[in-house]
């Protein structure tokens, strides 16, 4: 049974940086695509990065790249998304996702991948 678990969010000041973690279950992260999306109030989900279950590669919104930063943790089956220099348009429920396949599409694919965990809140004040 596919289980995905977002820790990591809270509140943080404009410029500042979190760290998000998705434990995984059910599944190998080194073997399945994972990637994380948001939503916001009032605003369509948006895929933001995805990491691949084939090589490990990375992938990014152009939103977000150089500033966010995907990885994975084998040991512990957890996906990690590092998140820097943030600002208000930031603010969202940010979640991990995974189609149950090896390869990652587009970045904002991840936004509708089958499985998705309950999402952990990012709020970036001014």
């Known amino acids: 049974q596919v289980q995905l678990v977002e820790s990591g969010g809270g509140l943080v000041q404009s410029g500042g940086s979190l760290r998000l973690s998705c434990k995984a279950s059910?599944?190998?992260?080194?073997?399945?695509?994972v990637g994380w999306a948001r939503q916001a109030p009032g605003r369509q989900r948006e895929g933001l990065a995805c990491?691949?279950?084939?090589?490990?590669?990375?992938y990014y919104a152009p939103s977000v790249r150089g500033r966010f930063t995907i990885s994975r943790n084998e040991a512990d089956n957890t996906v990690h998304l590092e998140v820097n220099h943030l600002n208000p348009a930031d603010t969202g429920l940010y979640y991990c996702?995974?189609?149950?396949?090896?390869?990652?599409?587009?970045?904002?694919?991840?936004?509708?991948?089958?499985?998705r965990g309950q999402g952990t809140q990012v709020t970036v004040s001014s």
């Open positions: 059910g599944f190998p992260v080194n073997s399945y695509a």
């Open positions: 996702t995974t189609d149950y396949l090896a390869g990652c599409g587009v970045p904002n694919d991840v936004a509708t991948y089958d499985y």
């Open positions: 990491i691949s279950g084939v090589d490990g590669s990375t």
